[in-house]
């Protein structure tokens, strides 16, 4: 193995200490008293106010409830968002049917629409639905995801067609095919795409700030915004929850982040 240079591995160092160092300082920061918080020189050991902070945000914002809430809001967003990518993504893959083309173009030329200028019509939509302030009103304009479909198209193309023609002759049927050919050999593609879905949900702020209506519905990012007072604000206890919206993304990414990286690399190099 090629040893590194004392050049390099400062480069290194520099890196991971501009990547991970301001994750330990809002690490430290959450757990000091608010006075404490920009305090010169930083506080970089842990004080000893955590579970005060804790019972703050539990008073302020209902920690609980709003973690439940976005919880449920990513979860269910990202369950959703992968199903229909997957579908539609097959069936534009791997399915002759008139229009395709014409179907995925339009598709595709929703990526290019900024999402502020889809809040008005799909807020008049949730009125006439009669969904503001509730959980759908948040999880359904998320289920379809274009950059979603056309990620799983592109990965089914390089499928062969052998393959799956292979397992109807056997006599199975569509859905078995997806599910035990199709979805398996994807799997770490579907993984990515499951990160990302789910990074998106659980971050979103300006579409939740404005179709929720009552407290007890905020997610945490919008209930982390209401913290912010006219004359006060309590930093540790804002810093503490920007501390725990993090914890369960770098989880996730933990959890999948062998088939987070094969899926990108599978990504760049089929044809």
């Known amino acids: 193995m090629k040893s590194r240079g004392p050049l390099l591995t400062l480069l290194l160092a520099g ?9 330990y300082w809002l690490a ?4 000091q008293d608010d006075k404490d918080v920009f305090s010169w020189p930083p506080k970089l050991l842990p004080g000893g106010h955590l579970m005060e902070n804790l019972q703050g945000l539990q008073d302020s914002i209902g920690l609980t409830r709003v973690l439940f809430n976005t919880v449920l809001v990513a979860g269910l967003q990202t369950v959703g968002a992968v199903v229909v990518s997957v579908l539609a993504g097959y069936a534009f893959a791997k399915f002759d049917f008139r229009g395709r083309n014409l179907f995925f173009v339009l598709l595709l030329s929703t990526l290019v629409i900024p999402d502020t200028v889809m809040l008005i019509p799909i807020f008049q ?3 006439d639905l009669g969904m503001i302030d509730s959980y759908e009103s948040v999880i359904l304009p998320g289920l379809v995801t274009p950059f979603g479909i056309f990620l799983m198209r592109q990965a089914l193309r390089s499928m062969p067609d052998e393959l799956l023609d292979a397992a109807r002759v056997d006599g199975a049927g569509e859905l078995r095919v997806l599910w035990r050919i199709v979805i398996p050999v994807n799997r770490p593609i579907i993984a990515a795409l499951a990160l990302f879905v789910f990074l998106g949900g659980w971050n979103q702020f300006v579409w939740p700030l404005i179709a929720l209506r009552s407290p007890e519905m905020y997610t945490l990012p919008v209930a982390t915004a209401t913290l912010q007072g006219l004359s006060t604000t309590n930093y540790a206890q804002v810093l503490l929850a920007s501390a725990i919206a993090a914890i369960p993304v770098m989880a996730l990414f933990l959890v999948l982040q062998r088939q987070f990286i094969s899926g990108l690399l599978a990504g760049a190099t089929k044809e």
């Open 28 to 31: 430290m920061a959450a757990t």
């Open 15 to 23: 890196a991971f200490g501009l990547c991970v160092g301001p994750f």
């Open 125 to 127: 939509m949730m009125m």
